[in-house]
């Protein structure tokens, strides 16, 4: 049995959304295990590359854990971002709220032997690796253990079938070790992902089309704010990233 939706469906306000709510709370409770197809929001835009369908499989069982990991994200940063206020985490404190769909996306489409690098705004990221709440704010107040292991060249060197994701904000999509480093990738065929997370386009960059920044690198435009869009984007790069090297996969989580 399969049914089919609309992601579109899921970010109307509750009152319009009441008869698929309802539809999807009797698929959880006959059958956890029935497929359901959805598209995403909106179309993917590639450079260089043929860009993947907009249609995806998921669960109930995947839906809820979805909802469920973002709710636990975004309440661990409201929870984070009042520690701060209160100055009990000192330093910087980057949060991650309203890009929790490209944690989860991105989780569902690869293992953990896939190695995810970032910087800032990673504490859902940790969760989403696995690590637990404790830890997470144990990062925050200071005690740093780290969640990234390997790197791309190793991981092409010792012949895995796993990737590297290189995490980074719109700020440092316009700075020069970005391009040093897809040259760098570029030239060695390296499984790596470089995964950007933007504001508003016209705010950050003179020239906003993130996934064409590597020029001779492919790329594909995401829209950061669908889990779903996410998860199958990040399957179509880490197919593409295993066969053929480097590929560009900004995620918009503000769009215009």
């Not at 029935?34 to 860009?51: N, W």
């Not at 020069?176 to 060695?188: K, P, S, Y």
Request: charged content about 25%.
């Amino acid at each position: 049995m399969a049914v089919t939706h609309r992601c579109s469906n899921l970010l109307k306000p509750l009152s319009a959304a009441v008869p698929f709510t309802l539809s999807l709370r009797r698929l959880f409770s006959t059958d956890d295990a029935t497929a359901i197809t959805v598209e995403t929001s909106i179309p993917f835009t590639g450079h260089k590359c043929d860009p993947p369908p907009r249609t995806i499989d998921t669960t109930p069982k995947e839906l809820m854990t979805f909802f469920r990991d973002m709710a636990t994200m975004r309440r661990m940063e409201i929870a984070a971002d009042s520690l701060y206020k209160a100055k009990l985490i000192r330093g910087f404190c980057h949060l991650y709220d309203g890009q929790e769909a490209v944690a989860v996306g991105m989780e569902a489409a690869i293992t953990k032997k896939d190695c995810i690098i970032t910087a800032y705004r990673d504490h859902c990221i940790f969760l989403g690796r696995g690590g637990t709440l404790v830890e997470a704010f144990a990062e925050l107040m200071g005690h740093r253990d780290g969640c990234s292991r390997g790197l791309a060249f190793a991981q092409k060197y010792s012949k895995e079938e796993h990737v590297a994701f290189a995490l980074y904000g719109d700020g440092a999509a316009n700075q020069g070790q970005l391009f040093e480093a897809l040259n760098m990738a570029a030239l060695w065929d390296l499984p790596a992902i470089f995964d950007g997370m933007g504001t508003a386009e016209w705010r950050a960059a003179k020239s906003p089309a993130y996934y064409k920044r590597g020029d001779y690198v492919p790329g594909l435009k995401v829209d950061g704010m669908d889990a779903f869009a996410v998860k199958q984007a990040c399957k179509f790069a880490k197919e593409h990233a295993l066969k053929n090297g480097p590929i560009a996969l900004p995620h918009l989580n503000f769009l215009q």
